[in-house]
Each structure stands twice: as structure tokens, then as C-alpha cells.
């Protein structure tokens, strides 16, 4: 077994585990007593990539942070717990095994950003990777086995303990010298495990809570007897500071040469790592974990009315933690820390556990206050309600289910059927959390435009996006929207989460920014090697399932606004055979992100043509036909992130959504007209289904720009205004050509019908057009005797 630490953690600037995880590992547990699902999630991502169950067990009391809707909590599987004796929870564990290896985190930190980065804890980082298993790790698995008879705990919690525990201690156990010695209080309270030295040089006290007598901190001191006494505390200890002057007193009386020192971290870091440490010349006892200088801590067992239930780690030690944190003195009740008076424990209450989403029914559970429970819960989840019956009951834990009910979202409130209201739960789907990825993509631990800039990560991305090709749920017989949940569930379980949320619009990607920069640090060969890549995913995805498409034509797209290719026809033909792809697949279940993301498609090759003299176009556009017009959020949601310098500065999801109806029925005259260039004047079509144009520049000549620019539209009336009373009427059908200028109140017609080499010579003034062969006077402006 390999030990690093006991240490202080340094600041971190991302979310991350205490230590890195077993790589391999089947099966990661947190154990906590406060938890941020969502920062776990983040922190848990890669292992959970890599094929392994995540479950976080947390006190129910300290609570679980959700975050709002976009907070992801779905792959990690939240346990909340509550001490059968009335106490905390409060074991900081992080475990990752397999069968043949484990790496076990112990400490002080919360599963939440402070107790995982920004504060300074102690950790202990273990490695059990041999053919046998030292006793630690034994002693780790007996106890989870153990600790179901401690908590009100679910089934499914149950299930996920023994699991971890049977992997710890699928090989065989053999002692090692100098291994750290596990301490737990489900049956002897730890202080009656510590090896204490009487007659010690030195004993060190760190925590954040002291019982109002201190009682606690006295025992250990009178167990000691040290000459010399530091305790270090956190401003916000909690604390009754006359009960812990008078057990300081006491301590100094020991010895008529002792030394009491109270101090504090000068840099403000440290918040509620416990620890113990006593010195006799050189050599040192350590326990460290997250215990509080309490009794419910230190002086009784988890069993015992009231008991935390702990978990913390000795070990033999040459150097002192506590002289490693900058401190500075202080005393006691001088005002200077802000001091929590410690409070009575509040009563039972009836306290919801979670909500469960399975794949037939809807399953809470909740720890009654006293004999009797709810006869029924009402749980809300954003917008829906669901009624669950009372099922069953083991003593005070009680289970509610309703079956062929479904339940979204990432919190519910719960109340009584009488509308009591009983709390918010952590709904999660278990199907999704218990699931071990097959072929987990890398957007699973990183972000898209890391993924690009990495070969291999881009590999597997594009391995990935040929897997949600692989098989598909049965079509006949089944209800849409139950094959399309059944349809994502085994997606999910082959690629993960994450590339499905990337390919049904569900994780935004900033393209034309965070990717632009990426491919900006390419060199030539890897633009060209992704070049190839993204080609040979458009041919392939032309055969596959509507889902992978819709993955593969957004990476085409993505990548074009991203800037893959350097010029509209390079790029242009790329992303409308992968739109022509998407169109041509028939599939109900996801017909709604098919028209958005088809829509953001077809605005971008409308986009590519006007920059480009390719043809085509109508062609795609007859073949893109859709029933309704997409969902608004899920055209905004494809399209964000795509707008800069590719696709324009106005590519945004109100500006496509806008236009997209008229795209799919304008006509390719509508696009000539587009095209038009803006320094000839203001173009519009006219209500008579003409051009109108709008000049400060010679009419006549401008007229015949716009004829040119139009020729492949015969007879398109032309007006051009100009100043006052310049106005120009013109006809073009590619050999006659019709002009009409203002003549004393009414209009003179000139005719030219025979121009064979067209009129671009005469629109671009390179020469002036000949004499006109037959002229007239008409009341209108209409193409009259021409």
C-alpha cells in the first residue's frame, strides 16, 4: 500500500477530487456530511467517463445542494442518510475500486467547493494496489457493510455500500508494517482507541466545534498530559468560551511549567479539519478526519443517543501539521473571532430522503418523527405533480410509490396528502446513475473545444458519435415519447450524457469563440487531418439513426463556424450534404431538434451561397420541408455560440428564427435580390413582385446594373429612383431590353431588341449603349409597345 500525506490541501482553481482517482476504477463512493451535487458531479466526471458508478452519501440534515435546472445531478447517485441515534453524519471519505486495485481518500472537507479546494483540510491519500489488501482497507469494507445498521438509509444505498465493499475486499487480506490505523465509533468511541502517551511533550488540538463544558477537550487533555498545550481554532468557532477558558485552566494546572497556546490561522483558510497530535521527543501520534471536540465526536458511539457517526485515521508521524499553518495568539472571549455558541440539538422532525425516478415508477422515501407517517406524499417537479401511495415501512423509514407516472427535473417539493408541507428531495433517476458507460465520449471531462485540440480526444469523440449508430429501440408499437425516453436511456449508456446533450441541443458551444481559438492553434497537418475526419463522419452519418446524425451534421457545423475552412466554398458544400443528410432521415421521437437544427442549417448554407458563386441551392432547399416550425428554445439553443466572423455577426437564433420561414418559401429570385450590393442603393422587392432601388447615382446606369445582376429572371421590372423626376423604368430578357425615363409629365420608351452580347459592357459604363431601335410616349410606366 502506498501512503501520501496526512496534508494540508493547497487552493484549487477547478473542481477536483482531495487526490486522483483509480484509473479503471468500477465503482467511486464520497462519503460526506454536506454535499454540492453538481460541483461532485464535475469533479467525479472523468471516472464516471471511464465506466464508474458514482455515488455520493451525504447527511440529510446538512443537506445537498441541487442548484437550479441546468445543474447537473443526474449521473451522480445521491444517498441522503440520517444517524439512527439522532447525531451527525460526518465520515469524509472518497473511495474508487476495482477488483484488483483501490484508492482511499480520508479527511476533513465536505464534498463542496470549500471542503474540496478552497479551504485548507487534511488528507490522507491511500493506494491498495497489490495481489493482497492491507488490514485498512478490511477494516474500510467491514465497516460500509456495518453501517447500514447505524443509518436510515434506502435500499439502493444499501446496494451501493455493499457493492464498494465487496470490491475492496475481493482480494486477500495481508497486514503491512506501519500501515495507518482506521477509527470508527460504531462500536467504541474513538477516544478510547487513542494510544495516548501520558507525560507527553506536546499535544496539538485543531476543530471547529467544543462542547459547552469542554468535556471533550478536557478528557484528551487529562489522558495527556503534556507540558505544553496549543489549540487551533477558526474564527466562527463554536464554542462557549467561559466552559473552554475553565478546561484550559485545568490543563495549565497540570504542571506548574506548562504552557497553554490558543491560536489562530493568520491566513483565514482553515475551517474544519479535526485533529489530534501528541509529540514525546521525536516521535508523533496523529489523528486526523472531520471530528469535533465534542462527546457526541469523541466520548460515545454512533449507537449511543445523540452519537455522530466518525470516521478518522492515526498513524505514526515526524513532522507537525499544525506547525505547518501560519497562526497567530490569541485569547479566548477578546473579541477577536467571531464565536458560535454552541446550540441544543433540535428535535426529530419528519425529514424527506429523496425521490426516485425508475423506469416503471415514481419512489420517495422519508424518516418519520415518531410511530406514524404520512398516508400518502404529493411530489412536485417544475411543473408536474404526482400523487404516491404509502408501500411500506422498515420501523421509522417509509416508502412511497406510484407506478406508470413520470416525473422530470433536479428538485421536487414534497408535502403530505393533506398538504403538509414535508421539504424538498433530490429527484434522481436511478437507471441513469447505476449505468456504466460502454464507450463514454470525452465531452464527458472536457470541453469541446479542449476535445479539438487533442488527437486522441478527438478520436474518440468521433468513435463516440459512431456509437449512437449502433442498434436502435423498437419502433412499432411503442408510444412516441416512451421510445424516445427508452431510446436515450441506451444511448446513454453506451456514449454518456453528454455527447447526447451536445447532439440534441442541450450544452450550448461557443464556436465562433472557445473553438475558433482552437483551431486558430492548429497547425497545417492537424487542420487538414480533421478536415479529413469530418468528412468521413458526414459520409457515414448518411446511413445512420436520426440521433447520430443530428451529433454529426452539429459538429460540421460547429467546425465551419469555427472556422475549419478558410473560405464560404470550402465550407458551404460540406455543411449541406450534412443537411441534406439530416433532412432525409425519418424519425418522430427527435423531429423536434431535427427542424431546429435543420433551420440553424439551412440559415447557414443560405449564409455560405451569398458569399459564394455556388449553385445548388434551390435544389437543397425543395428537399428541406417541415411539418411545423420548430421549437423556438431549440433554435435558439443550436444557434447560440455560432455568430462572428463565418457565418456573420447577426447568425443569432431571433434572426434565424425570423427568416427561416421565409428561407424555406422565398424563391431563388429572392436570394438575386439579397445579392444585390448595397453600394448601388436601397433594394427592395416592389408589391407588384419587381425591384425597387433606391440611388443617389446615375438611374439610368444603375437601372441597367440591377437588369444585369437579374438576368437570369426575365422581364423583372426594374425601378430606380433618383433625384427628382431621373426616375427609370427597365426590362431585360437577355436580348431585348426596355427602358422607360420621365418625358414632360408622362414616360419615353426606348427599345433595344436585339443586343446579343447582353448589357453588362453598357451597366458597367464601358461603353454607352447604341442608338435606341424604336422609342414611344406612354401614360405609364409599363413595359407598353416594347
Same mark, same amino acid.
Given at each position: 500500500?502506498?501512503?501520501?500525506?496526512?496534508?494540508?490541501?493547497?487552493?484549487?482553481?477547478?473542481?477536483?477530487?482531495?487526490?486522483?482517482?483509480?484509473?479503471?476504477?468500477?465503482?467511486?463512493?464520497?462519503?460526506?456530511?454536506?454535499?454540492?451535487?453538481?460541483?461532485?458531479?464535475?469533479?467525479?466526471?472523468?471516472?464516471?467517463?471511464?465506466?464508474?458508478?458514482?455515488?455520493?452519501?451525504?447527511?440529510?440534515?446538512?443537506?445537498?445542494?441541487?442548484?437550479?435546472?441546468?445543474?447537473?445531478?443526474?449521473?451522480?447517485?445521491?444517498?441522503?442518510?440520517?444517524?439512527?441515534?439522532?447525531?451527525?453524519?460526518?465520515?469524509?471519505?472518497?473511495?474508487?475500486?476495482?477488483?484488483?486495485?483501490?484508492?482511499?481518500?480520508?479527511?476533513?472537507?465536505?464534498?463542496?467547493?470549500?471542503?474540496?479546494?478552497?479551504?485548507?483540510?487534511?488528507?490522507?491519500?491511500?493506494?491498495?494496489?497489490?495481489?493482497?489488501?492491507?488490514?485498512?482497507?478490511?477494516?474500510?469494507?467491514?465497516?460500509?457493510?456495518?453501517?447500514?445498521?447505524?443509518?436510515?438509509?434506502?435500499?439502493?444505498?444499501?446496494?451501493?455500500?455493499?457493492?464498494?465493499?465487496?470490491?475492496?475486499?475481493?482480494?486477500?487480506?495481508?497486514?503491512?508494517?506501519?500501515?495507518?490505523?482506521?477509527?470508527?465509533?460504531?462500536?467504541?468511541?474513538?477516544?478510547?482507541?487513542?494510544?495516548?502517551?501520558?507525560?507527553?511533550?506536546?499535544?496539538?488540538?485543531?476543530?471547529?466545534?467544543?462542547?459547552?463544558?469542554?468535556?471533550?477537550?478536557?478528557?484528551?487533555?487529562?489522558?495527556?498530559?503534556?507540558?505544553?498545550?496549543?489549540l487551533l481554532v477558526p474564527p466562527g468557532v463554536r464554542c462557549d468560551v467561559a466552559g473552554l477558558t475553565g478546561a484550559l485552566d485545568e490543563v495549565g494546572g497540570f504542571d506548574e511549567t506548562g504552557e497553554v497556546l490558543v491560536q489562530t490561522p493568520a491566513g483565514g483558510r482553515y475551517r474544519g479539519a479535526g485533529l489530534v497530535e501528541w509529540w514525546t521527543g521525536d516521535a508523533g501520534v496523529l489523528v486526523t478526519g472531520g471530528l469535533e471536540c465534542t462527546p457526541e465526536s469523541l466520548l460515545v458511539t454512533a449507537a449511543d443517543p445523540g452519537g455522530n457517526c466518525e470516521l478518522a485515521l492515526l498513524q505514526e508521524v515526524t513532522a507537525s501539521l499544525l506547525d505547518e499553518l501560519e497562526a497567530r495568539d490569541i485569547t479566548l472571549g477578546d473579541g477577536s473571532l467571531a464565536v458560535r455558541t454552541p446550540e441544543p440539538v433540535p428535535p426529530a422532525t419528519t425529514r424527506v430522503l429523496a425521490v426516485r425516478v425508475h423506469a416503471d415508477r415514481v419512489e420517495a422515501s422519508l424518516v418519520a418523527a415518531g410511530s406514524t407517517a404520512p398516508d400518502g406524499l404529493v411530489v412536485? /417537479?417544475?411543473?408536474?405533480? %404526482?400523487?404516491?401511495?404509502? *408501500? &411500506?415501512?422498515?420501523? =421509522?423509514?417509509?416508502?412511497? !410509490? +406510484? @407506478?406508470?407516472?413520470?416525473?422530470?427535473?433536479?428538485?421536487?417539493?414534497?408535502?403530505?396528502?393533506?398538504?403538509?408541507?414535508?421539504?424538498?428531495?433530490?429527484?434522481?433517476?436511478?437507471?441513469?446513475?447505476?449505468?456504466?458507460?460502454?464507450?463514454?465520449?470525452?465531452?464527458?471531462?472536457?470541453?469541446?473545444?479542449?476535445?479539438?485540440?487533442?488527437?486522441?480526444?478527438?478520436? /474518440?469523440?468521433?468513435?463516440? %458519435?459512431?456509437?449512437?449508430? *449502433? &442498434?436502435?429501440?423498437? =419502433?412499432?408499437?411503442?408510444? !412516441? +415519447? @416512451?421510445?424516445?425516453?427508452?431510446?436515450?436511456?441506451?444511448?446513454?449508456?453506451?456514449?454518456?450524457?453528454?455527447?447526447?446533450?451536445?447532439?440534441?441541443?442541450?450544452?450550448?458551444?461557443?464556436?465562433?469563440?472557445?473553438?475558433?481559438?482552437?483551431?486558430?492553434?492548429?497547425?497545417?497537418?492537424?487542420?487538414?487531418?480533421?478536415?479529413?475526419?469530418?468528412?468521413?463522419?458526414?459520409?457515414?452519418?448518411?446511413?445512420?439513426?436520426?440521433?447520430?446524425?443530428?451529433?454529426?451534421? =452539429?459538429?460540421?457545423?460547429?467546425? +465551419?463556424?469555427?472556422?475549419?475552412?478558410?473560405?464560404?466554398?470550402?465550407?458551404?458544400p460540406l455543411v449541406a450534404a450534412g443537411l441534406d443528410s439530416l433532412v432525409a432521415a425519418d424519425d418522430e421521437a427527435f423531429a423536434a431538434e431535427q427542424a431546429a437544427l435543420a433551420t440553424v442549417g439551412i440559415a447557414a448554407v443560405h449564409h455560405g451561397h451569398l458569399l459564394?458563386?455556388?449553385?445548388?441551392?434551390?435544389?437543397?432547399?425543395?428537399?428541406?420541408?417541415?411539418?411545423?416550425?420548430?421549437?423556438?428554445?431549440?433554435?435558439?439553443?443550436? +444557434?447560440?455560440?455560432l455568430a462572428g466572423d463565418v457565418l456573420g455577426p447577426e447568425f443569432r437564433a431571433e434572426d434565424i428564427a425570423a427568416d427561416a420561414g421565409e428561407l424555406l418559401v422565398r424563391s431563388a429570385f429572392d436570394d438575386a435580390v439579397d445579392a444585390i450590393p448595397e453600394s448601388i442603393g436601397t433594394v427592395q422587392r416592389s408589391d407588384a413582385g419587381g425591384v425597387l432601388v433606391d440611388t443617389s447615382k446615375d438611374p439610368r446606369r444603375t437601372a441597367l446594373l440591377v437588369l444585369d445582376l437579374l438576368r437570369d429572371f426575365p422581364d423583372t421590372h426594374v425601378t430606380v429612383r433618383g433625384a427628382a423626376g431621373t426616375d427609370t423604368h427597365g426590362w431585360w430578357n437577355g436580348r431585348r431590353l426596355v427602358l422607360l425615363q420621365p418625358f414632360g409629365g408622362r414616360w419615353r420608351g426606348s427599345l433595344w431588341p436585339g443586343l446579343m452580347t447582353g448589357i453588362a459592357t453598357y451597366a458597367k459604363g464601358a461603353s454607352p449603349l447604341p442608338t435606341a431601335s424604336r422609342t414611344w410616349i406612354t401614360e405609364v410606366a409599363e413595359m407598353g409597345e416594347g
Open positions: 500500500m502506498l501512503t501520501a500525506g496526512p496534508a494540508w490541501t493547497a487552493p484549487a482553481d477547478r473542481p477536483q477530487t482531495p487526490a486522483p482517482l483509480l484509473s479503471g476504477a468500477e465503482e467511486v463512493l464520497v462519503l460526506t456530511g454536506a454535499a454540492d451535487l453538481g460541483f461532485a458531479e464535475a469533479c467525479l466526471r472523468q471516472a464516471r467517463a471511464a465506466g464508474a458508478r458514482t455515488t455520493v452519501l451525504y447527511d440529510a440534515r446538512a443537506g445537498a445542494t441541487v442548484g437550479d435546472g441546468s445543474a447537473a445531478v443526474r449521473d451522480v447517485l445521491p444517498i441522503p442518510v440520517l444517524p439512527r441515534s439522532g447525531g451527525a453524519f460526518r465520515a469524509r471519505v472518497v473511495i474508487a475500486a476495482s477488483p484488483s486495485a483501490a484508492t482511499v481518500s480520508i479527511g476533513s472537507g465536505d464534498a463542496t467547493p470549500g471542503g474540496w479546494g478552497r479551504d485548507a483540510e487534511v488528507w490522507t491519500h491511500l493506494t491498495a494496489d497489490g495481489a493482497t489488501v492491507p488490514t485498512l482497507i478490511t477494516d474500510l469494507a467491514d465497516w460500509l457493510r456495518r453501517l447500514p445498521g447505524l443509518l436510515w438509509i434506502e435500499a439502493l444505498g444499501v446496494e451501493r455500500l455493499e457493492a464498494v465493499a465487496a470490491l475492496l475486499s475481493a482480494r486477500p487480506h495481508a497486514a503491512e508494517p506501519d500501515e495507518p490505523l482506521l477509527l470508527v465509533n460504531d462500536q467504541v468511541p474513538i477516544v478510547e482507541q487513542l494510544p495516548f502517551a501520558a507525560g507527553a511533550d506536546r499535544l496539538g488540538v485543531a476543530t471547529s466545534a467544543f462542547d459547552p463544558a469542554g468535556r471533550a477537550f478536557g478528557e484528551i487533555a487529562r489522558a495527556v498530559r503534556a507540558l505544553q498545550v496549543s412536485t /417537479a417544475g411543473e408536474t405533480s %404526482v400523487k404516491l401511495p404509502w *408501500s &411500506g415501512a422498515e420501523e =421509522r423509514l417509509h416508502t412511497y !410509490v +406510484a @407506478e406508470d407516472v413520470r416525473l422530470g427535473g433536479r428538485s421536487a417539493q414534497v408535502r403530505a396528502a393533506d398538504g403538509t408541507q414535508l421539504g424538498t428531495a433530490v429527484v434522481n433517476d436511478v437507471a441513469v446513475a447505476v449505468t456504466r458507460y460502454s464507450h463514454a465520449s470525452p465531452l464527458e471531462f472536457r470541453e469541446l473545444a479542449s476535445v479539438f485540440g487533442d488527437a486522441s480526444d478527438l478520436d /474518440a469523440l468521433f468513435a463516440a %458519435v459512431a456509437q449512437l449508430a *449502433s &442498434g436502435r429501440t423498437p =419502433r412499432h408499437g411503442v408510444p !412516441v +415519447a @416512451e421510445r424516445r425516453a427508452a431510446e436515450e436511456e441506451r444511448l446513454q449508456g453506451i456514449v454518456g450524457p453528454a455527447l447526447l446533450d451536445f447532439a440534441f441541443g442541450r450544452a450550448a458551444v461557443d464556436a465562433a469563440d472557445e473553438l475558433g481559438i482552437a483551431v486558430m492553434g492548429m497547425d497545417a497537418g492537424q487542420i487538414e487531418r480533421l478536415r479529413q475526419q469530418v468528412l468521413r463522419l458526414g459520409g457515414a452519418a448518411a446511413g445512420w439513426p436520426l440521433p447520430a446524425r443530428l451529433a454529426a451534421f =452539429r459538429i460540421v457545423l460547429v467546425l +465551419a463556424a469555427a472556422g475549419l475552412w478558410p473560405a464560404p466554398q470550402d465550407w458551404t459564394s458563386p455556388l449553385g445548388g441551392f434551390e435544389e437543397l432547399r425543395a428537399q428541406v420541408r417541415l411539418d411545423e416550425a420548430p421549437p423556438a428554445e431549440i433554435v435558439a439553443r443550436y +444557434a447560440n455560440g
